[in-house]
């Protein structure tokens, strides 16, 4: 079951069970919400940005292990980051759980982020695992016009066909 | 293995070891893992039978039906004829024309929804539904509610996820124009006292329509001993194919019904000023229809009754209750739901892990649950929970599967150190 492991690592085990940033930021200028219909899961991003920087961050939600691991790490990460770096990171982490043909991402540069790297074996939980992600990502344009709702069904169509089994 | 199973018991009364060997699927590896599959309540595998009928179909009598002239077609038809008598016997319907083919429950109900509720319902009506019902027994009654300004009533159910009988019963008034529920929860696996309620419905003139996708699989029912007026099934979950479904209802109310969709095969006769309809079932079954889903599903109910429900049902009792007693001796296992009358599926929480944490790590262990909120999202929040982890189970299911389900559970706890 090295698989399993592989995904439920013990520092995800640990985010999920103490989730940074779990609250409401008074001092948020952006927000955004993502579901998973299929699933319920849900979540708020908060963030309060000054000058392209994103200066403080926090999420609320509800959701598996992952997704709500997912969504701490993201906030610890990303806090102090620039909106194109943070961007960045969001390009990288989602090359790194949707796996595809020839992964680009730099393993080193995602640091602890590197724990999600299991989720790829798991082609249906990648939507928990990036669903913080594509909600900070609609946060972040949150006052660009015409901002489609966050949806991950996107993801699912990626995988289709992609089955893990051996 | 965390429990021991009583399988010989069990056997007395029906030989599962023979009937395994009528689903192929089930002999499938899942992760290197025996494959058990305990999510019936989304859709049951299918049995040689089926398959093979299928096949046939395609091979023998592939050809449109109520129109050709040459053997093929009239073949496709009588077998396709065949099915909705086969149907009409199943559910103890009085009638053939009773027998209409849908795709599916969903497309049942909102085939009333749509037909009978906008001809019938106005301004100040009342729906009465279930705290328990599936979102298809929900959304379809929330827009006809919309359109013709009625209102959505909804009777409560207890902790235990057992209806509140009287509660229903003080929600019927002479404004309550149609009532419409599960017999068995998909979500909790409660059983509906649907006599009673069909009962007290009437008293109270409104018309009654019964959600049985989840009753059929598991209970011996018939429809004029219910007296229900409209009553919804999917074959899918009674072994057959995928988009294929019955909706029953009695000869007055389809006879009076306008047609929900219009087309061929639903006409007397067309011109450009006017058309006539056929009588039902034809009225409701617009063009070309799942034909040899229908006559597949035919054979599905040949097969189930090959072994009879009542036998069916006394295995499942059983399986049932070792199951809910398996799962309940797991430390930190919490049962959600916990009905007076049990059918189908058992739902529960594994400590505060994620129902989709376990799910994952189950499907690892080739054990497939559901794990989710079900499409019944208000019953999650009237349960206090955000989802659960569910194990459904069909007459091919063993006791060594409840034992090993058990087993992969306490691996869950140990991957989540819970």
Redesign the interface.
């Known amino acids: 079951m090295n698989e399993l492991d592989d995904l439920y690592q013990e520092v995800i085990l640990d985010h999920q069970r103490n989730p940074r940033n779990f609250a409401r930021l008074p001092t948020a200028n952006h927000q955004a919400e993502g579901a998973n219909p299929l699933c319920g899961d849900h979540v708020t991003v908060y963030l309060d940005v000054k000058d392209g920087v994103i200066r403080d961050i926090s999420f609320q939600g509800e959701g598996c292990a992952i997704a709500k691991a997912s969504a701490s790490m993201m906030t610890s990460v990303v806090k102090g980051k620039s909106l194109a770096e943070a961007s960045e990171t969001f390009k990288q982490f989602h090359q790194m759980v949707t796996g595809g043909q020839e992964p680009c991402f730099d393993l080193e540069a995602l640091g602890k982020l590197a724990a999600f790297s299991g989720v790829s074996a798991f082609p249906v939980r990648v939507k928990c695992a990036s669903l913080a992600w594509h909600t900070l990502n609609a946060a972040m344009h949150e006052s660009e016009p015409a901002a489609v709702p966050p949806t991950i069904l996107g993801e699912i169509g990626k995988n289709a066909g992609k089955n893990t089994e051996k | 293995m965390a429990t021991k199973h009583r399988g010989s018991s069990l056997a007395n009364s029906l030989d599962v070891e023979r009937v395994r060997r009528d689903f192929p699927a089930l002999t499938q590896k ?3 893992h025996p494959l058990v599959y305990l999510d019936n309540a989304a859709t049951t595998q299918k049995p040689n039978v089926v398959i093979d009928r299928l096949r046939k179909s395609y091979i023998e009598e592939c050809a449109n039906i109520h129109r050709g002239v040459y053997q093929l077609s009239e073949r496709a038809t009588a077998s396709h004829e065949a099915a909705r008598e086969k149907v009409r016997h199943f559910l103890g319907a009085e009638k053939i024309s009773e027998i209409v083919f849908v795709r599916g429950t969903t497309e049942g109900i909102n085939l009333v929804a749509q037909s009978y509720g906008r001809s019938h319902i106005g301004e100040g009506d009342e729906i009465l539904i279930t705290a328990m019902e599936h979102h298809s027994n929900i959304v379809p009654w929330q827009m006809l509610c919309q359109e013709r300004g009625a209102r959505l009533q909804v009777a409560p159910m207890d902790d235990n996820g057992d209806l509140i009988l009287p509660e229903y019963e003080k929600l019927l008034s002479p404004r309550t124009k149609l009532v419409a529920f599960t017999y068995v929860s998909n979500a909790l696996g409660t059983v509906n006292p649907v006599k009673a309620m069909i009962e007290a419905a009437h008293r109270q003139g409104a018309v009654v329509l019964v959600d049985a996708a989840q009753a059929v699989p598991h209970c011996e029912l018939d429809v004029q001993e219910l007296d229900c007026d409209f009553l919804v099934f999917s074959g899918h979950k009674i072994y057959g194919p995928t988009g294929i479904g019955v909706l029953y209802g009695k000869h007055r109310f389809l006879t009076a019904m306008p047609p929900w969709q219009g087309g061929g095969d639903m006409i007397m006769s067309v011109t450009f000023e006017k058309t006539t309809y056929a009588p039902p079932p034809a009225k409701f079954e617009a063009g070309t229809p799942d034909i040899n889903g229908a006559i597949a599903l035919g054979t599905a109910i040949d097969y189930i009754e090959s072994f009879g429900m009542p036998a069916i049902e006394r295995y499942e009792a059983e399986l049932l209750a070792y199951a809910e007693s398996a799962l309940t001796k797991l430390p930190g296992l919490r049962l959600i739901g916990r009905p007076k009358h049990r059918a189908g599926a058992v739902s529960f929480m594994l400590g505060d ?5 376990v799910g ?2 189950l499907d ?1 262990y080739g054990v497939a649950i559901r ?3 079900h499409c019944a ?1 208000p019953t ?1 929040k009237r349960m206090g929970v ?2 659960t982890a569910r194990a459904s189970f069909a007459f091919y299911n063993k006791p060594e599967e409840v034992d090993t389900l058990v087993a992969c559970l306490a ?1 869950t706890q140990k ?3 819970s």
Request: hydrophobic fraction near 30%; aromatic fraction near 4%.
């Open positions: 899942i992760h290197g892990i994620h129902p989709h944490d994952t790590v690892r794990a989710g909120h999202q999650m955000p989802g691996e991957v989540f150190r």
